[in-house]
């Protein structure tokens, strides 16, 4: 397995044009917020509280907590703070009366065509089309340029 530190600086390499990161901090955690949003519409028929049913996002979220633990345990921890903030998103959405999959599809529409954008203004192929991993490496790398920030290292 490569190591985190390698596939954050291969993700960089087709995001380098300041447009294209600008999009890509935008883009990248409504496409995450969205994808949870889908997979939280997914209800199960099992309750975690009163009146709450367990969803497919909250099961999908620990796998790819597991994923980003493998790959750097202090950034799986912003990333899980990140899904759940994504959930609490998704829950208020439901909770205020709105389509939560109608909601996510037209921002995960929107956003991928952000994406797309970018790329085209960078002049490169988006990394996923090399390896769908790159999929979850984008919010990762995020999430590494707020560790620097904060200091915090991988």
């Keep these: 397995m490569k190591s985190i530190e390698t596939w954050l ?5 087709s995001h380098q044009n300041p447009t294209n990161k600008l999009i890509h901090w935008i883009c990248v ?15 199960l028929p099992v309750e975690i509280a009163a009146g709450l049913p367990l969803n497919l ?10 994923y980003y633990f493998l790959l750097s345990k202090t950034l799986a921890l912003g990333m899980l703070l990140f899904s759940l903030v994504c959930a609490a ?3 208020v959405i439901e909770t205020a009366g709105l389509t939560l999959w109608i909601v996510c599809a037209s921002i995960f529409v929107l956003a991928w065509v952000g994406q797309f ?25 995020l999430m590494s340029f707020v560790y620097r920030k904060l200091g915090i290292s991988l």
Aim: hydrophobic letters at 50%; aromatic letters at 18%.
């Design 117 to 141: 954008y970018g790329h085209n203004v960078e002049g490169k192929k988006p990394s996923f089309l090399k390896d769908l991993q790159y999929l979850m490496i984008g919010p990762a790398w």
């Design 29 to 43: 955690p409504l496409i995450f917020f969205s994808i949870v949003g889908f997979f939280y519409s997914i209800k």
């Design 9 to 13: 600086e291969e993700y960089g390499v």
């Design 57 to 66: 996002a909250l099961l999908m979220l620990v796998a790819v907590t597991v």
């Design 89 to 91: 998103g998704c829950y």
